[in-house]
């Protein structure tokens, strides 16, 4: 990462998040000026649909590989078997035929993992499976785009053949502090982030690292914070209805995450992953703006400036 420090002084840079207001506010991202904006893609965000908006991504963000096994609905099978829930009745049928598979051939394709630390840890996905349809499985489609991953991952990304660029974190004793949190350290030829302890992927690196790279404007499209998932794969698109979808979420909250909270929104993330995102988008020399149209499931960010797509293009 060292090696792009300040690069891209002058440029915007734009994160595409992967969340289905994109698809169902009609969100063109082919319409995207590359010329402007530097773009980078969530690790999800790796779909078909994606691919369809022939919108090349300058870096693909693959800070935990193990979810780029997977796509969303993938990656619903997964919580399904952590915590014991039967999919039957519940999906689309051409979902169910998919989950029924794995269902019938669990021992091949899962395999026990860390059950100590929690349910959300009982089995993972067989880490030599690749699975069709997932973001490993597509990456071949944006060969040219680099990847940007933490340092523990190197062993995981051997054999891709696009620039790979690492970054160490480490933990921050006491308060949070957004000085030190935006300015991480540079130790033997690695850029070491200054890490306390948040959840969401983007507060953990992304926006430090996009700050390190010189960019002083940051836009996100697809920032819904919900739990719906990402693109075509989203919930909204593979349960039967909502109604199934709620009665999958209900049951499988004990599997999200250890410290889980339910918020008063229905599907959205945690409130303290709001009030997490909202305190680090405080920073000054940054000015944020989230691509936001009312979506049922979507909400924006406190105390950023939200526009719609039509006024993003003609920034």
Not at 75 to 87: E, K, M, P
Request: charged content about 25%; glycine content about 6%; some cysteine.
């Amino acid at each position: 990462m060292i090696r792009l420090k300040n690069k891209y002084k002058g440029r915007a840079a734009l994160n595409i998040m992967g969340g289905p207001s994109i698809l169902e506010n009609g969100f063109n991202l082919g319409m995207v000026d590359k010329d402007r904006y530097t773009v980078f893609l969530e690790a999800k965000s790796l779909t078909t649909r994606f691919l369809n908006f022939n919108l090349k991504p300058d870096f693909y963000l693959a800070f935990f590989p193990e979810k780029c096994q997977t796509n969303s609905f993938q990656h619903v099978i997964l919580q399904s078997f952590l915590a014991d829930i039967d999919l039957t009745g519940l999906l689309k049928p051409e979902y169910a035929e998919e989950y029924c598979y794995f269902k019938s051939n669990f021992n091949d394709y899962f395999e026990v993992y860390l059950p100590h630390r929690g349910p959300h840890k009982r089995y993972r996905w067989k880490p030599e499976i690749k699975l069709k349809n997932s973001p490993f499985d597509l990456f071949s489609k944006i060969s040219g785009t680099a990847v940007i991953t933490h340092l523990r991952s190197k062993k995981a990304l051997d054999g891709f053949k696009n620039d790979l660029f690492y970054y160490d974190d480490k933990y921050s004793d006491g308060d949070f502090s957004l000085e030190r949190y935006y300015q991480p350290l540079e130790e033997d030829g690695c850029l070491v982030l200054n890490s306390f302890n948040h959840l969401n992927s983007a507060a953990i690196a992304l926006l430090p690292l996009e700050a390190y790279m010189g960019f002083e404007k940051i836009y996100f499209v697809g920032m819904d914070m919900s739990m719906m998932g990402s693109m075509e794969y989203s919930s909204l698109y593979t349960f039967r209805s909502i109604r199934h979808f709620a009665r999958f979420f209900k049951k499988a909250i004990s599997v999200f995450s250890p410290c889980f909270k339910e918020n008063k929104k229905k599907f959205m993330r945690p409130p303290y992953e709001f009030e997490d995102m909202e305190k680090i988008m405080r920073y000054g020399k940054i000015e944020f703006t989230n691509v936001f149209e009312p979506f049922e499931f979507a909400q924006p960010i406190p105390g950023i400036r939200n526009i719609t797509f039509k006024e993003f293009l003609n920034e």
